[in-house]
């Protein structure tokens, strides 16, 4: 069983900065892709960014610029660093680790980010 454990969230200015954190726990091997999403009210879910073991990034283009995510695998744990948020960055936030081995998914709880104006 693999557990993910989200934090970070909470509410900021226009302008500020948060730094999400999911740890992930258990019966891990190795964790290949890990990422975060977020979905906003009557909104689909969507990728906000992706990383792989070997560092290769993508992005959704609103967050590009501002957004930084990164991971220590010695923790099986990601991270979402968020500057410059802006209002339509107020959603509930997601992380998503992919196992190796296994090629199971898992999710984290979400946690709230909100932005005001």
């Known amino acids: 069983q693999v557990q993910l454990v989200v934090s970070g969230g909470g509410l900021v200015q226009a302008g500020g900065s948060l730094r999400l954190s999911c740890a992930a726990s258990g019966n891990i091997f190795r964790t290949n892709k890990m990422g975060w999403y977020r979905q906003a009210p009557g909104q689909q879910r969507e990728l906000v960014a992706r990383?792989?073991?070997?560092?290769?990034?993508n992005y959704a283009d609103s967050v590009k610029g501002r957004f930084t995510i990164s991971r220590d695998d010695a923790k099986n744990t990601v991270y979402l660093q968020m500057n410059s948020l802006k209002p339509e960055d107020t959603a509930v936030y997601y992380c998503?680790?992919?196992?190796?081995?296994?090629?199971?998914?898992?999710w984290g709880q979400g946690t709230q980010v909100t932005v005001s104006s």
């Open positions: 990383l792989t073991r070997g560092g290769m990034a």
């Open positions: 998503n680790i992919d196992l190796a081995i296994t090629a199971k998914s898992y």
